[in-house]
């Protein structure tokens, strides 16, 4: 499946939430309050769908 989205929008995503492989307990609970924030808020952009989903993957 192709997704659309826009480039300069989702790079400014991962220039603020900066994803990273999670090292500490801190980091964790940062990861988990964002994509709480992120599952909650209405109307997201694709590209915040796609951030969440990757938030998400467990594999």
Same mark, same amino acid.
Request: proline share 5%; glycine share 2%.
């Given at each position: ?6 480039? *300069?929008?989702?790079?400014? &995503?991962?220039? +603020? ?6 090292? %500490?307990? @801190? /980091?964790? *609970?940062?990861?988990?309050? &964002?994509?709480? +924030? ?6 997201? %952009?694709? @590209? /915040? ?11």
């Amino acid at each position: 499946m192709t997704r659309t989205f826009i480039r *300069e929008s989702y790079g400014k &995503l991962l220039a +603020e939430y900066q994803p990273k492989t999670i090292a %500490t307990e @801190e /980091e964790n *609970e940062q990861a988990i309050a &964002l994509a709480i +924030e992120l599952e909650h808020r209405p109307n997201r %952009t694709p @590209e /915040e769908k796609i951030l969440l989903e990757q938030k998400s993957d467990t594999d």
